[in-house]
């Protein structure tokens, strides 16, 4: 079965630190999507990146950027330089190959950045 | 451009009651779903439309909820009866076609009392 684990409920941290966002998954699939979508508190989800399984190259979007392991069945974020407007909850999703759109989402990480 | 627009933002019942959620998809998207979102989990998928057809329902309890999409545009999904349990926020979202990015209107909370 399909499963997506997110273990950090919380995490706060202070304007400027560095924070990385852990997201475990399991899949007997071999092709397969992971994603990372953000939701702030007005409650809307936000797409933040999609990653097939055969990629495991790193990616960098400004402040963000990702690390993906097939080793670890891992998928991890980190945001660089946080700021407050980067409070929201995290949610690392995996979806199947062939039905990309039935997301299976982990239960999010809280993300507080205080000034 | 507009984004998935939701009605009404929140709404409380009582159990056994009815409710009833709409939602407008983004002007051109032919791909539709419906997420139920439970405080502390993640969404998880109800139903999905491409155009008025459904795809996947295979998460909907079906006893209870009840989707449509006459016209290829609009959606609305339906609770009858609703239970405790079914106090949530429900999300939906449209995507061009399936396999592309989807994004999310701002939900609807459900408070069943």
């Known amino acids: 079965a399909q499963k997506v684990t997110q273990a950090q409920t919380e995490i706060s941290v202070v304007e400027k630190e560095d924070v990385t966002l852990d997201c475990v998954y399991e899949?007997?699939?071999?092709?397969?999507?992971l994603f990372w979508y953000k939701q702030p508190p007005s409650g809307e989800l936000v797409f933040l990146i999609r990653?097939?399984?055969?990629?495991?190259q790193n990616e960098i979007s400004g402040r963000y950027s990702w690390n993906f392991q097939k080793s670890t069945s891992s998928f991890n974020f980190t945001i660089t330089a946080s700021q407050v407007v980067d409070s929201a909850v995290y949610f690392c999703a995996l979806s199947e190959a062939w039905n990309t759109d039935k997301l299976i989402f982990g239960t999010g990480t809280r993300l507080q950045v205080f000034p | 451009e507009a984004g998935v627009a939701q009605s009404p933002r929140y709404k409380i019942i009582e159990k056994r009651q009815s409710v009833a959620f709409w939602c407008n998809p983004i002007s051109g998207h032919a791909t539709l779903y419906w997420y139920q979102q439970i405080l502390g989990q993640g969404p998880k998928l109800l139903i999905q439309f491409q155009n008025n057809g459904v795809v996947d329902d295979s998460q909907l309890p079906k006893d209870r909820f009840s989707a449509e999409r006459l016209k290829g545009v609009d959606s609305t999904l339906k609770i009858q009866p609703a239970k405790l349990e079914d106090s949530a926020v429900y999300l939906c979202?449209?995507?061009?076609?399936?396999?592309?990015?989807?994004?999310f209107g701002q939900g609807t909370r459900l408070t069943v009392v």
């Open positions: 979202a449209s995507s061009y076609s399936p396999n592309t990015e989807a994004f």
């Open positions: 990653r097939n399984s055969f990629d495991e």
């Open positions: 899949t007997r699939d071999t092709t397969y999507y």
